[in-house]
C-alpha cells in the first residue's frame, strides 16, 4: 500500500503565508515526480507546481514568484511554501506523486486527501 498525507492548510489572511507538507509512505521503490493541485469551488482541478526526482520545477503562471515547491527525498516528502496568499488561492490543495512500488517495474499516480486553504480578503 502506498499512502500519501497533506497537512497544513487552513484560514489565512490575504498577504500572509502557508507551507502544506506532502508526505509519500508505504511500499515505495522509487518516488518520481510530485505536484500540487488545487481545485476552487465549482472549478476543475488546476496544477499549481511540481517538482522532478532531481528537483526540476515548474509553476503555475499565476503562483510565479509568490509559491515554492520542494522537496526532501530522504523523508519522501514535498513541500509547498505559499506567500503572498491571495483569496483566488483558496481551494482544496492535493498532491500527487509517480511512485514505482517495490518489485514493481511500473510507475503509479497517487493521490492525497487534499487540505483546504483558504484566504479571507
Known amino acids: 500500500q502506498v499512502q500519501l498525507v497533506e497537512s497544513g492548510g487552513g484560514l489565512v489572511q ?11 509512505s508505504g511500499s515505495i521503490g522509487r518516488l518520481n515526480a510530485m505536484a ?5 469551488p465549482g472549478q476543475q482541478r488546476d496544477l499549481v507546481a511540481s517538482i522532478g526526482k532531481s528537483g526540476g520545477t515548474n509553476y503555475a503562471d ?3 514568484g509568490r509559491f515554492t515547491i520542494s522537496r526532501d ?3 519522501n ?4 511554501q505559499m506567500n503572498s ?24 499516480t497517487y493521490w492525497g486527501q487534499g487540505t483546504q ?3 479571507s480578503s
Open 77 to 80: 516528502t514535498a513541500y509547498l
Open 85 to 108: 496568499l491571495k483569496p483566488e488561492d483558496t481551494g482544496v490543495y492535493s498532491c500527487n506523486a509517480g511512485i514505482v512500488r517495490f518489485f514493481s517495474t511500473r510507475e503509479s
Open 62 to 64: 499565476s503562483v510565479k
Open 14 to 24: 490575504a498577504g500572509g503565508s502557508l507551507r502544506l507538507s506532502c508526505a509519500a
Open 117 to 119: 486553504v483558504t484566504v
Open 73 to 75: 527525498n530522504a523523508k
Open 36 to 40: 500540487w493541485y488545487r481545485q476552487a
